[in-house]
């Protein structure tokens, strides 16, 4: 039962059901209302704030021995605002509700602020377009951050307004249940008939010419700004590749499609480069390299060596909505720059 005062805490009373966990926080994991949204991470919070009574006695101990039957109460104070400025930056918004928003998002823009990043981010824009609509996440009238797409990077977010939502959405991420896929463009053409590849460890192909990339992935020894992939440290990092299209009369490069079966920071980026296929005006994972004319002609070269970022789209993005469960997918067009890159190389956009 949740009883609300408008202007006050929301008081949340459940009874703890048979067979619970030994511990407090995952016995409230298991057994608090659905309509209460509250994540595990909220859970563990407030126990430690000491807004949890059991039998009405406040517990702040998570490893706490509950019992079957045992009353639970739980406050929950009213969100506050957040620290981050609002910002009236326009948005393209793919869709939004209640719980969350999708958004479109441009090359050059930084998800969250960060040192040296303090505004002009995508959680600014988001705080002033949502407003009175953020229920909280995490206590804090915030959006909340469930993945991230780079700086230089465009295409799809999809980001919680509630914590309901944003439990939800991590756990689907978490899950690697999400499906997403982005559209690029790389060096060379990553094909099956290709034996340098078939020698570079890590890499496999499937049925229908699709690239497998399996390796670990983890922060470069030496520069903490770069991921390095490894075959003995790491995390777990999986890329499928497809060709769309070859381009250049001799082909010297690719249009092609990328999903995650896992999604580690600047993935496809070290997996593509780590095959010998940079994407196209990386500068972190990538090298600026000599077009031949003949290949491209001049306007095709000139735009290669002009792009001034990671030719890589978030196109797609499907998922299962939080609240009621039917799946939802979205997608979003090549952005303006990497269609006039495509153009300039001869690909039909």
């Not at 919680?160 to 959405?169: F, G, M, V």
């Not at 060709?243 to 010297?252: D, Q, R, S």
């Not at 998922?319 to 469960?325: D, K, L, S």
């Amino acid at each position: 039962m949740m009883t609300e005062n408008l202007m006050g805490p929301t008081l949340i009373t459940f009874t703890i059901a048979q067979n619970p966990p030994p511990r407090l926080d995952k016995a409230l994991g298991r057994d608090v209302p659905n309509d209460a949204a509250l994540s595990r991470s909220r859970l563990a919070r407030l126990i430690a704030d000491g807004a949890v009574a059991v039998d009405g006695q406040v517990v702040t101990d998570p490893r706490f021995r509950i019992a079957e039957g045992a009353q639970v109460a739980v406050t929950v104070a009213v969100a506050v605002e957040s620290h981050i400025e609002a910002q009236d930056i326009t948005l393209d918004v793919v869709f939004e509700d209640d719980d969350l928003i999708v958004i479109n998002k441009p090359a050059g823009m930084v998800v969250h602020p960060a040192p040296g990043t303090a505004d002009g981010t995508l959680v600014n824009a988001l705080i002033h377009h949502c407003g009175d609509s953020l229920s909280g996440v995490g206590g804090l009238k915030r959006p909340g951050i469930v993945h991230r797409i780079d700086k230089d990077t465009s295409g799809l977010l999809v980001v919680a307004k509630s914590d309901r939502a944003h439990h939800h959405l991590a756990d689907q991420f978490a899950d690697h249940t999400v499906e997403r896929r982005y559209i690029a463009v790389c060096y060379g053409v990553p094909e099956a008939n290709d034996p340098r590849l078939r020698g570079i460890k890590g890499t496999s192909f499937e049925p229908g010419n699709i690239l497998k990339i399996q390796t670990q992935l983890g922060r470069h020894r030496t520069d903490r700004q770069r991921q390095a992939v490894s075959f003995t440290a790491g995390r777990h990092a999986v890329t499928r590749v497809r060709i769309l299209a070859a381009l250049g009369a001799m082909p010297v490069a690719a249009l092609v499609e990328c999903w995650l079966e896992t999604g580690r920071t600047h993935q496809i980026r070290v997996h593509l480069a780590h095959c010998g296929h940079a994407l196209i005006g990386d500068p972190t994972y990538g090298s600026r390299r000599k077009m031949s004319p003949k290949a491209l002609g001049e306007a095709g070269v000139a735009a290669v060596a002009a792009f001034p970022r990671q030719a890589l789209h978030a196109a797609t993005l499907g998922f299962v909505h939080p609240v009621t469960e039917e799946f939802l997918e979205f997608s979003a067009p090549l952005p303006a720059d990497m269609q006039a890159l495509l153009a300039a190389m001869g690909a039909p956009v």
